[in-house]
T-cell receptor, first 112, second 117 residues
Framework: GNSVTQMEGPVTLSEEAFLTINCTYT??????LFWYVQYPGEGLQLLLK?????DKGSNKGFEATYRKETTSFHLEKGSVQVSDSAVYFC???????????FGSGTRLQVQP | DVKVTQSSRYLVKRTGEKVFLECVQD?????MFWYRQDPGLGLRLIYF???????EKGDIPEGYSVSREKKERFSLILESASTNQTSMYLC????????????????FGAGTRLSVL
């Protein structure tokens, strides 16, 4: 089955710094890939997704590229804001599988 | 907007009690899911349902059961609550896979934080 490895947090950055959160996965098929974000006190919401190799998902200044050859889907943002402080989850969904497999989550703290 | 509503944000129960967590979605989605979220472990799938009265075990079903009598509602049941079931519980829904990969997105409720004393 699937497994997901995310970099451990917390990641603490100053406002306007560059962000990378690494994610690698294993899958038996050809998965769709997702990043979800959880703001304090809330449920998860979709941040971005990619459904085939070399696709780039993007939203709110965040980007991630589906790298099939390295089985990675790293999340990046050029300039973080305090409002980006949250927990970020990488989640592949294998072909034919209904459920997502979640990484352990990476907490991002952005300081003014 | 898709709305997934969990009936309680916080619950406190005693060991041995029977506990019901309720989830309702308003988008006519076929699939519904229950996850639990624990620090350092991410989200783990307990059960999911792909149709009314249909269910499948996830990765950690022990100690839980589910019920889906109507398409919009999916209940998680703790038959006899134990302290190791203290956790955050998240419900999610998604459309049928035939909607296509680009639309096959899971939508989450706000979560129920359950404490078992």
């Amino acid at each position: 089955g699937n497994s997901v490895t995310q970099m451990e947090g917390p990641v603490t950055l100053s406002e306007e710094a560059f962000l990378t959160i690494n994610c690698t996965y294993t899958a038996t098929g050809y998965p769709s890939l997702f990043w979800y974000v959880q703001y304090p006190g809330e449920g998860l919401q979709l941040l971005l997704k990619a459904t085939k190799a070399d696709d780039k998902g993007s939203n709110k200044g965040f980007e991630a590229t589906y790298r099939k050859e390295t089985t990675s889907f790293h999340l990046e943002k050029g300039s973080v804001q305090v409002s980006d402080s949250a927990v970020y989850f990488c989640a592949p969904r294998d072909t034919g599988r209904r459920a997502l497999t979640f990484g352990s989550g990476t907490r991002l703290q952005v300081q003014p | 907007d898709v709305k997934v509503t969990q009936s309680s944000r916080y619950l406190v129960k005693r060991t041995g009690e029977k506990v019901f967590l309720e989830c309702v979605q308003d988008m006519d989605h076929e699939n519904m899911f229950w996850y639990r979220q624990d620090p350092g472990l991410g989200l783990r799938l307990i059960y999911f349902s792909y149709d009314v009265k249909m269910k499948e075990k996830g990765d950690i079903p022990e100690g839980y059961s589910v019920s889906r009598e109507k398409k919009e509602r999916f209940s998680l049941i703790l038959e006899s609550a134990s302290t190791n079931q203290t956790s955050m519980y998240l419900c999610a829904s998604s459309p049928h896979y035939l909607a296509g990969a680009s639309k096959n997105i899971q939508y989450f409720g706000a979560g129920t934080r359950l404490s078992v004393l």
